[in-house]
């Protein structure tokens, strides 16, 4: 129902910016709560930042420390996130996260409140 496509990996140093993007398909995309996760190697996936179905109201990470910005426009469909201030540990596999569209998201950070999962885009911090 929802594909997702995430865009703006790369590499930057540390104190660098990026801002990622996702594109989604579908007709619904305003009905759906986003968020970003991310995955380092040899790590579990963990949340990043979390943005509600009409955009109002956003939670994030403790580790993202006002560094990250959720966004989306739903009439473009698409989330963004721009990322500043980058460390080397925010290197990871950053992934754009739907949920399902008709239930209450209780527990924004955990990653089995979504449903749809775009392919990943690389981001690598170097020190």
């Known amino acids: 129902q929802v594909q997702l496509v995430e865009s703006g990996g790369g590499l930057v140093q540390t104190g660098g910016s990026l801002r990622l993007s996702c594109a989604a398909s579908?007709?619904?995309?305003?009905?759906?709560?986003m968020g970003w996760f991310r995955q380092a190697p040899g790590k579990a996936r963990e949340f990043v930042a979390h943005i509600s179905r009409s955009g109002t109201t956003r939670y994030y990470a403790d580790f993202v420390k006002g560094r990250f910005t959720i966004d989306r426009d739903n009439a473009k469909n698409t989330v963004g996130l721009q990322m500043n201030s980058l460390e080397p540990d925010d290197t990871a596999v950053y992934y754009c996260?739907?949920?399902?569209?008709?239930?209450?998201?209780?527990?924004?950070?955990?990653?089995?409140?979504?449903?749809?999962w775009g392919q990943g885009t690389q981001v690598t911090v170097s020190s």
């Open positions: 996260a739907a949920d399902s569209g008709f239930a209450r998201v209780a527990v924004p950070s955990s990653a089995d409140e979504y449903t749809y």
């Open positions: 579908g007709r619904t995309f305003s009905s759906h709560v």
